[in-house]
């Protein structure tokens, strides 16, 4: 390391997170993140659509947007229209598909053209820690409705946008993740999201249709997206391919209506996604789209059976989980007055890592006891052994009997 | 279009830019951003990097940070530390390198960290517009210090700095282009850069040095980078692979220290930058970097040669500019009284693009009889259609005799 010449302390913007702690590598059993299943990343089909991609037009990295313009190359956004017909039950054109380098740059964009400071969002008590992330940097209200079974409590949103009414706050949209809830795992029932739509309609406030998991069903029909029940702009809808295919690929999509499609664009300022990704990606996709999501969701399954079967045999009754319909997490409720962020630090010492409950819901307390783990990266074996230490640990902890 | 069913202009936060208009595609003569020649895309070193690295370890793609963590993949950070020190004169370690999503990413997260709105940024009078829209964005004050054809002017910088000092205020960084600078393609002296490191030392502030265009040099010899002087943290330094391969990759990146690198990763929000472009990217540049670089240089001299002799045949002593030593951009002065901004419609109606010279300026109006022209895009033969087209506009409209 060089040595320090200026104090950057006194010209640093005054509000700042603390800084990053240094990089010490990935623990051996890894149940955080979104990380997916390394055995499930078709390489061998990358290397086949690297090799007609880069074969194609030249243009496609040497220019700026030059296949289809800022909202993402033409092939990419074909696939995106195709598959929400096919799978979701939406019918839009390529015109009303945004893709983003990530769901999360989705999250932003809508949140960048709609809150300011101040605003008030409603989401589930429940809910992704990067969603609920970006509204606090932003000092956006957040206002947590219970989640049961069958998803988002209608009753709960109904009586929250009444009082918020009120009180005269129209808050700037519900943000929901009807399919595959991150992280409790519920389906919303079709009954829902109608009555969703409803309130939306009776309260002026749009929907923000999270369905970043949707692919990952197990097995059999689900509900289609609430987007696909309003053809009007109500509902903004966000995906992923960082679930299906793996983080390392930065790719996500909006499908939003003109109105808001022309405001995300006036405000991504990244000079485009990166073009390398969605190439390739596309390229696969159009080509293998059905055969890799099903290898996908009975690989998923398998290890959810594991570490369902490792949870029951190494913590017996002392901890309570649904067992999802799909996707790649466990919701595990340790017991009453248990902390799990004071977990964290010990199950890191014996290299196994988890996602202490607080930072996925929207009153942390409310998830102190909660921990969420990630079934898609380790192998069967290193989940019955990585549950079983982290048992182990929680005894000792006195977390658990 | 689906019906309009909310009306979101009640919605939107109240501080957004106008929304974007619809995609048109690209003119026939594009003269405009940093599009760079498709010629010189090594297509066929892609397919072959790509299938070197899609045949390594599937947990790059399957993970996130999975080689290296969140400052990028180990081999392309190694390649900017040999690349560095052996043309820039620069000696660090992967430690203090961060790769991101284009430098404009780099500019983001560095002007995250640093910048409050009202802060003062002190950068050259005429410079990138990707820079100064950041700042206009933030609401900083932008303070722009001439450039001669020896770079930013010492002398003004130096009274700038005491006028500053005078007022209580002290400027957050010194941004500057040294190298092939944009748009004027100067090239700042070594004993100017010895003084601005001086005055950053006496004024206690950082140098923010933008190396994007360092590796176009035409030919021969250039001075090595302002932070080859300076060992402490006193230079935050930001180059790209966009400029070298073409802005479909979307890679930058930054060189700091840790008390500044910590800052940047906290505030790096998008989860890793895209995989793909890191592997295929790092694997070409390992292997090929000098060639390629070799190559590069010379089309874009011949393009710089063509696009000089086009414009003096068809606009003859009408306008001024200088033969840059490299880069991509001629910085064309029309007659004083043209507003280059008036010229942009007429000239897209024949298909021709060029950038007026008020968004690479500090002072808008102050460049307002300048227009930068791209010549790394178009052909040899385009370039002299498409000057020649563009000659007739201008005098067409008044602009030129």
């Not at 159009?286 to 490792?310: F, G």
Request: glycine share 10%.
């Amino acid at each position: 390391m060089p040595g320090q010449g200026l104090d950057y302390s006194t010209l640093f913007n005054r509000d700042l997170p603390p800084p990053a702690a240094a990089w010490e590598g990935h623990p051996k059993y890894n149940f955080i993140g979104g990380h997916s299943d390394p055995d499930m990343v078709p390489m061998e089909g990358f290397v086949e659509s690297a090799g007609r991609v880069f074969r194609g037009d030249p243009r496609n990295i040497s220019m700026y947007n030059f296949d289809g313009g800022p909202q993402g190359i033409t092939p990419l956004r074909q696939f995106v229209v195709d598959k929400l017909a096919q799978h979701r039950g939406i019918n839009v054109t390529t015109d009303e598909v945004l893709i983003t380098s990530g769901s999360g740059l989705a999250i932003e964009l809508i949140n960048e053209i709609l809150l300011e400071e101040g605003d008030t969002a409603i989401v589930e008590a429940f809910s992704f820690s990067g969603a609920l992330g970006n509204l606090r940097r932003r000092k956006v209200n957040i206002v947590g409705i219970d989640v049961d079974q069958d998803g988002m409590r209608m009753d709960h949103l109904a009586t929250a946008l009444e009082d918020l009414r009120n009180k005269g706050v129209r808050p700037k949209y519900i943000y929901t993740i009807p399919t595959l809830q991150n992280p409790t795992g519920t389906v919303m029932t079709m009954e829902r999201r109608h009555q969703m739509l409803e309130l939306s309609e009776e309260y002026g406030v749009p929907i923000f249709e999270d369905e970043c998991y949707a692919d990952l069903i197990f097995e059999g029909e689900y509900e289609n997206a609430i987007r696909s029940l309003d053809d009007s702009n109500r509902v903004l809808h966000i995906g992923s391919f960082s679930k299906t295919l793996g983080p390392g690929t930065r790719l996500g999509y909006v499908v939003a209506s003109w109105d808001v499609m022309s405001r995300l664009l006036s405000r991504k300022n990244d000079a485009g996604t990166g073009v390398m990704d969605q190439m390739i990606v596309g390229d696969y996709f159009n080509h293998h789209y059905e055969d890799h999501i099903l290898e996908m969701r009975s690989s998923l399954k398998r290890k959810c059976d594991a570490l369902s079967s490792a949870l029951r045999e190494s913590f017996g009754p002392s901890i309570e989980f649904e067992i999802p319909q799909g996707g790649m997490y466990l919701w595990v409720k340790l017991p009453n007055g248990v902390d799990s962020r004071q977990l964290a630090g010990p199950a890191l010492k014996e290299e196994i890592a988890f996602n202490p409950g607080p930072d996925w819901s929207a009153d942390p307390d409310a998830a102190a006891n909660y921990i969420r783990l990630c079934f898609a990266l380790p192998s069967e074996d290193e989940i019955w052994e990585g549950i079983g230490k982290l048992a182990d640990v929680f005894r000792r902890e006195g977390a658990v009997p």
